[in-house]
């Protein structure tokens, strides 16, 4: 019996699907957790960009050190199964983080 590779996504690019068909199962799943933190990232980068953009800045919350914007946002990172909060923000180019505190496992 036979089996055949699963198919690519047509809008895959063919140097992406030849070098992913040359991988070793160990190089795909990595590839495959990066891809989708690359994705987190870009979208994360991408709405921040979106409320930076956005005039109306809220009140700076309480909580807000004095050393980040007012227009940060938090954001949750895992980091060796372990949950986080940060405050993110944008300067220039470049997205800027601060540790806020370990996200409640109650919520």
């Known amino acids: 019996m036979s089996y055949e590779p699963p198919p690519p996504p047509a809008n895959l690019p063919t ?5 992913l068909n040359e991988a070793t199962p160990e190089h795909l799943r990595d590839a495959a957790s990066y891809a989708e933190a690359l994705a987190e990232h870009k979208e994360r980068e991408a709405r921040l960009e979106e409320e930076a953009d956005d005039a109306d800045v809220e009140e700076r919350p309480d909580d807000l050190p004095d050393d980040v914007p ?5 954001t949750i990172k895992e ?3 372990n949950r986080y ?3 993110q923000w944008r300067e220039g180019d470049s997205v800027t ?3 806020k505190g370990p996200v409640n496992p109650d919520e």
């Open 15 to 19: 140097e992406i699907v030849n070098t």
């Open 70 to 74: 007012a227009k940060a946002t938090i």
């Open 79 to 81: 980091i060796n199964d």
């Open 85 to 87: 909060y940060y405050w």
């Open 97 to 99: 983080s601060k540790y």
